[in-house]
């Protein structure tokens, strides 16, 4: 009927392997007994509503979005199922990289229903052509602009086949985020915020510069202080901070940092190392409510680093930066990558031995993850190197590190991933989760419960590595060292 409002749905679909999906490879072959069936089943639905569980942010924004004769609701289905039974005149799914079979499988049922679906997200953005037989519409870039564009175009009646956001959008544009469509018992927090995006880095084997740009784009200060104070209203757990890379701009942190101080908030976020050098800055961070931080040390050995155009971490100088970030009373989560071009059998030994000298709160020990998109992918691809087809994206997992997608340059997988499975499992054990939060400078029970979810996450990733050794250990190629 003319002049109906219209119903838009903003689907969030989990990815189906990692956190979200754990240990998925050979289901079928599985009978756990009765405690393991019961102890995964927990660990489970712990995974999904306390590791740390956040709205995506990316949806949250689209939903603010207000359009005269336009009603926005948002599913998350993580944590609750999809609102079948209702009549939505759009979808918008948000695809992830690691999720599009599940959101292809979805948006084509809804398209026999007769609903239109519009498609969005990192995915979407790099292979638009891979998506638009799944789609009515189609959204690519950063769609903090276009939304408005879709949802006028809805009411017209006059929807388009694609928009496309060609240049970076300017965030000072931005409007204030709302939470009101959010069940905020189902996050570990809803206090997400970002106040920049690019990169200025060039890591072969991340999206981020590919999504977003090299270029550092910042939201106003002020807009970012009146989104904490508003967000306080409604939850006062921890904040996220989001951005890649929050001291990338030292001026732009100095700023920030000093306003959020008044407020007495405790934050999260991810940085790199080099704040450890930077005294002023590190303690201003402390000043501000840092309770922890990311930061992404992938190897200790420049070698391996620059062989991925990873060039601002110097090795020699990981160890300061990080005691020095502890010693300021923040707790650092410490990601590190084995498997990269330069490393050899050495490098897990030389991991756990700086895990142990820099007193890394919480350890995170990856997989390097070809990501379709990016340098690395396609450069693995032209070597010959992957295990599956790249152009069967489906067959690829990214989000956590249970099945290899590649073959080491230096190292033969028969020798790798058994050498990857024995550090995990040294490195991650009861024991060494409690000492851990002991150690910590602050946030301990957090520290703890994420060192015990990862005690039982590697070791759902031993369990898939070594069963894909087995499957993978008769064929002559997956054995032979690259050149």
Known sequence: ????????????????????????????????????SLRDTLFSRIIRR??????????????SVEVEGVRQEYCDLRFERFPADREWDLVGISVQTGAVRPAFELARALRRRGVKVVLGGPYVTLFPERCREHADVLVTGEADELWREVLLDLVRGSLRAEYRQ????DLSRRGPVSKSMLDLKSYFTTNVVQTTRGCPYSCDFCTVHVMNGHRLRHRPVAEVLREVEGFLKEDRRIFFFLDDTINA??????????????????????????LGENPALLELFARSGCGALLVGIESIGDGSNHAHQKFHN????????????RDAGICVYGSFIYGLDGDTLDMPQRIEAFIEETGVDVPGINLLRPIPGTGLF???????????????HDAFRFSW???????????????????????????????????????????????????????????????DLMGQLATLGGLEEVRRPVS
């Open 166 to 169: 060609s240049v970076p959008p």
């Open 50 to 63: 306390a590791q740390f569980a956040i709205p995506p942010l990316s949806l949250m924004i689209l939903a």
């Open 378 to 392: 396609s450069r693995l691809a032209a070597e010959g190197r992957l295990l599956h087809d790249p152009s069967n």
């Open 249 to 274: 701009s030292e001026r732009y942190a100095r700023e920030l940092f000093t306003g959020l101080i008044p407020f007495g908030i405790r934050w999260v976020g991810q940085s790199t190392t080099s």
């Open 1 to 36: 009927m003319a002049g109906a409002e219209k119903n838009v749905l903003l689907v969030f679909i989990q990815a189906d392997s990692g956190v979200d999906g754990a240990s998925l490879l050979a289901e079928g072959e599985r009978s756990p007994g009765l405690f393991s």
């Open 401 to 463: 590190g249970q099945e290899m997608l590649y073959r080491p340059k230096s190292i033969p997988l028969e020798e790798f991933i058994p050498s990857y499975t024995a550090l995990t499992r040294r490195v991650f054990t009861p024991l060494n989760a409690l000492k851990r939060a002991a150690a910590a400078p602050t946030l301990r029970a957090s520290v703890l419960s994420f060192n015990l979810l990862y005690v039982h996450l590697y070791g759902l990733a031993r369990r």
């Open 314 to 325: 110097p090795a020699s100088r990981q160890v300061a930066s990080i005691r020095a970030i």
